[in-house]
Nanobody, 120 residues
Framework: QVQLVESGGGSVQSGGSLRLSCAAS????????MGWFRQAPGKEREEVATIDDDGRTRYADSVKGRFTISQVNANTTMYLRMNSLKPEDTAMYYC??????????????RGQGTQVIVSS
């Protein structure tokens, strides 16, 4: 059974930083993509960043240059370093894992999320 547990969310002022963590277990495929999604109240879920088993990363335009995705120990631990946070970054952040990055949003496993609140 695949389990994902996010942590590291919280409340910060605009311009501040946070680091989100995701601990994954039970994923047995050798190929994988891990990623972060977010959803703000009244808005659609948005892909924030992904990283695959070759270390290739992809970012949403809205976070490029401010967020950094990284992984440790292959498909078990992932981080999202968020700098220069803006109020529009406020959302519930979820981590996800699946076989392919292009299918992550639809078919990936997902955790319960961690809340990020950025005040102006």
């Amino acid at each position: 059974q695949v389990q994902l547990v996010e942590s590291g969310g919280g409340s910060v002022q605009s311009g501040g930083s946070l680091r989100l963590s995701c601990a994954a277990s039970g994923y047995t495929y050798s190929s994988y993509c891990m990623g972060w999604f977010r959803q703000a109240p009244g808005k659609e879920r948005e892909e924030v960043a992904t990283i695959d088993d070759d270390g290739r990363t992809r970012y949403a335009d809205s976070v490029k240059g401010r967020f950094t995705i990284s992984q440790v120990n292959a498909n078990t631990t992932m981080y999202l370093r968020m700098n220069s946070l803006k109020p529009e970054d406020t959302a519930m952040y979820y981590c996800s894992i699946g076989r392919f990055c292009q299918h992550l949003a639809l078919f990936g496993y997902r955790g319960q999320g961690t809340q990020v609140i950025v005040s102006s």
